[in-house]
């Protein structure tokens, strides 16, 4: 056998494994989606075979209008966008910042505060998720009704808790420890004030790092289940994934789950999908391609 | 008349109007029925009756999912934001009335002697909670299959022995024609285990906790009838009657392909069950020794502690108890309304009615889950328990487990105020 023999025989071993494994990542998308289409009864019996993937049998948007008609679900989408694309915006803003002054200001307790905000990780939410409830419910805001006690059932008590968090600073943090020196102390010779440094210079050569923390923050905010089901009563306010109970009765309607789990998928392909060319172009901007 | 009239005329309508919107004192009210249509038209039914119907109180009404009910009312309590009326799980009632989320109901009390004990929210001697419905469990089959497993149907005076609910299996299981002999449901976990499983060990003599002090699971968890009711439950699936795990998609649409001989079900199943096959059979309950038993008590309406209108509140739930919503509730959702006349009036429990005789074997065999605000624990460790067990764990180590740990929570919580 050649040597070109055995690249071509490798080639194909190799796409066929990564072909078997994005088909096990996309399965289960392909699945949720065609089952949408699908009365609940053709849906279970094909569950245990590959007509299960397939677009066959009796296909309609019943499940798709008796899901709407079950839960306001433009309403819930519209919530989780919301509040996930305020917070992963000031997050980016906030963190990044902190990040900034964690690794390029000197000042007296840097170390600690970074150690105390790493530490703060191995917390779960869980375990400070009563106490941040107690204090959400007795703040002061001010609204449009005027000063008002306790953030329950708004917005801002599903935001303001998630815009800084360990794990975002410390990605900038170490991000922006790997960024050349020379080109801050380059900018401090030129008489550059640290706000225009992270804003001109440090932010610029920051894509990936800003895309990575992005799509954490999306992830995690979007799949928001006990917070909102903690702190939201009005169902004005409630997200998406506490809005996917309203299809789980007694006698459970899986067409129409898999119809609400399709629509509430949007929004994250969407993203990912903004994101993955931003996430290329802002490779390709910056100068710290090798 | 003229525009100015018109005018004058609307203007004093609409002043009367306001006023009395303005007199009328706002309740709040949390359901867990978000996403259920049927049930929620009910309830925006009665509260627009109600509202209309008197002039003091309004309600206004605020609906959550069902599996994420509790957590927010939980959450709702330790934030001081509960609602005015609240409605809440018959068994877990115990436990929020304890822990100060509920105060006892002042309704004419003479207007529920006619209601069917489950519904009756009862705890420390006061009405806590009262529902409009019941819900009741059978082992459903089909009369062919009984006919063709010369099996003898067993009625409320007389339901199967556990020599003939064994037989019954057996015949199922030789017969090769069913993958199971028996559809138990454990696909469902969570409050299914308790609610339809307790039963069958009471009905063997044991029970979760002693219902005498209320203080102990010794000997009730883990005492001769309890072992036995453990050792026949294993024997389910080690006799390969039934499945330890189930597929979800089983449970819901099992029986109706014919995978399953006998489904152990609720009565919310019923008319799903009757649709697949036309000589669906309901049976009762077995007896295995201590009497035919099934759970009791489903969802019911009660006051929050911190209500500052209990009298407003006792009074919207005072004026949902009337027959027609039962009625109401019990056709749109299956469940079994709380009083005989109720029943009178619903096309499914009238008699005659395809499922009258549930509403029999809730007068019969109901009986509730242990009233102390430890079940709540005593629910999850009983289900652990028959899980560990219908896997393989063994019987006593598993029950003497389960007793300890019940026993323990008892301790810690100084008794639940027993």
């Known amino acids: ?80 966008v919301f509040v996930t694309a305020i917070t992963v915006t000031l997050s ?28 703060t990780l191995i917390v779960p939410f869980q375990a400070i998720a009563i106490p941040l409830l107690l204090l959400a419910s007795k703040l002061p805001w001010i609204g449009m009704d005027g000063l008002t006690w306790g953030w329950l059932n708004s917005y801002h008590v599903q935001i303001i808790p998630f815009i800084a968090d360990g794990l975002t600073i410390y990605l900038f943090a170490q991000y922006f420890k790997d960024l050349p020196g020379e080109l801050i102390e380059a900018a401090r010779v030129e008489g550059a004030s640290w706000w225009q440094i992270y804003r001109k210079v440090v932010m610029p050569l920051s894509g990936p790092v800003l895309a990575t923390a992005a799509i954490l923050k999306f992830l995690a905010m979007y799949n928001q289940y006990l917070w909102p089901l903690m702190v939201v009563q009005e169902e004005g306010y409630r997200p998406v994934m506490v809005g996917l109970q309203y299809f789980f009765q007694l006698n459970i309607a899986w067409g129409e789950v898999m119809a609400y789990l399709s629509l509430i998928t949007v929004p994250v392909l969407a993203f990912y999908l903004y994101l993955q060319k931003a996430f290329i172009a802002s490779i390709a901007s910056t100068g710290v391609k090798g | 008349m003229t525009n100015a009239k018109w005018v004058a005329g609307a203007f004093v309508a609409a002043t009367a109007w306001g006023s009395v ?27 627009t009756d109600f509202n209309g119907s008197q002039a003091d109180w309004k309600v206004e009404l605020q609906s959550f999912p069902q599996a994420a009910y509790n957590d927010s009312v939980v959450a709702g309590a330790l934030a001081g934001n509960l609602p005015d009326i609240l409605d809440v799980d018959g068994p877990v009632m115990p436990n929020w009335a304890w822990a100060g989320y509920m105060q006892p109901l002042t309704i004419d009390e003479s207007k529920i002697a006619n209601f069917l004990p489950g519904p009756k929210g009862m705890w420390d001697g006061k009405l806590y ?23 003898r149907t067993p009625t409320l005076a007389e339901p199967w022995t556990l020599e003939e609910f064994n037989g019954a299996m057996e015949a199922a299981k030789a017969s090769g024609k069913f993958e199971y002999a028996l559809d138990l449901g454990t696909a469902w976990t969570g409050e299914w285990y308790p609610y339809a499983f307790s039963p069958l060990l009471q009905s063997f003599g044991g029970d979760l906790v002693d219902r005498s002090t209320y203080k102990t699971a010794e000997g009730a968890l883990n ?126 429990y009238k008699e005659g009615g395809p499922l009258a005789v549930y509403y029999s074997m809730t007068e019969a065999n109901a009986l509730v889950r242990p009233v102390t605000p430890g079940y709540v624990v005593q629910a999850k ?21 389960a007793t300890d740990e019940i026993n323990a929570d008892i301790e810690k919580n100084g008794g639940y105020g027993h």
């Open chain 2, 129 to 151: 909670s009262i529902g409009l419905w019941d819900a009741a469990v059978s082992l459903v089959t089909r009369q062919s299959i009984l006919d063709e497993l010369k099996l």
């Open chain 1, 92 to 119: 980016l803003l906030l963190c990044s910042t902190a990040g900034f002054a964690f690794t390029f200001m000197e000042w007296r307790g840097r170390k600690l505060a970074l150690s105390i905000i790493l530490a």
């Open chain 2, 21 to 47: 919107a303005a007199a009328q004192e706002t309740l709040t009210m949390w359901y867990h029925g978000a996403g259920n249509e049927g049930e929620a038209k009910v309830l925006n039914q009665i509260i």
């Open chain 2, 223 to 348: 005492g001769e009838a309890a072992m036995a009711f453990g050792n026949w439950w294993q024997s389910l699936f080690t006799n390969g009657y039934a499945q330890a795990t189930q597929d979800g998609a089983d449970r819901d649409s099992g029986f109706g392909a014919g995978k399953y001989a006998f489904s152990w079900n609720g009565n919310w199943a019923a008319l799903g069950a009757l649709k697949a096959f036309d000589d669906t059979v309901f049976l009762p309950a077995p007896n295995f020794g201590a009497g035919a038993k099934i759970g009791a008590a489903s969802w019911q309406f009660g006051v929050s502690a911190k209500s500052a209108h209990p009298d407003g509140a006792s009074k919207f739930i005072e004026f949902a108890l009337q027959d027609k919503y039962l009625a109401d509730f019990a056709n749109t959702t299956g469940l079994i309304p709380a009083t005989a006349t109720a029943a009178a009036m619903t096309e499914n």
């Open chain 2, 381 to 401: 460790v009983f289900e652990k328990a028959l899980a560990d067990i219908a896997n393989g764990a063994d019987v006593a180590a598993t029950l003497d487990a």
């Open chain 1, 1 to 80: 056998m050649t040597t070109n023999d055995n690249h071509g025989l490798r080639l194909i071993v190799r796409y066929l494994v990564l072909i078997l494994i994005a088909l096990m990542f996309c399965f289960p998308l392909v699945f949720m989606i065609i089952s949408s289409f699908k009365p609940d009864q053709q849906l279970l019996l094909d569950s245990g075979n590959i007509r299960a993937f397939l677009p066959v049998g009796d296909l309609s948007f019943d499940n798709y209008s008796e899901a709407f008609a079950r839960a306001p679900i433009a309403l819930f989408i519209f919530n989780s």
